[in-house]
């Protein structure tokens, strides 16, 4: 992959589990603020998905209203879901994550249930 997508990457892995990032704060935490969609497409090719130490939890990325991703690498919404709240995360109905409690700072900071 090239230089932009590793970023992506290496941000995905910070964080933890139980917490989620959207696009758009992916491109920040990268210095790319304009960046959110160009994070989507690197994520689509994420070659390690998964959620074990050496994979890239792409599951843990939403959009900035909290919802999920259709094209979901690992098979779409349902299978996203199924993952979130395996590792604790909330959700405010069906398809949208519960920001305030689980939105991820950049810090490592834990979701609270």
Known sequence: MGEF???VYDIVR????GKVATYGLVARLMGRPQSGRYVGF???NNPHPG???SDIPCHRVVFKDGR???GFVFGGPDVQKLL???EGVTFVDDWHVNLETCLWDGKGTTCSP
């Open 68 to 70: 999920l991703c259709e």
């Open 5 to 7: 997508a590793n970023k």
């Open 84 to 86: 979130l709240e395996a």
């Open 42 to 44: 690197a994520l689509r």
């Open 14 to 17: 910070q964080i933890p589990q």
């Open 51 to 53: 959620a074990s130490t």
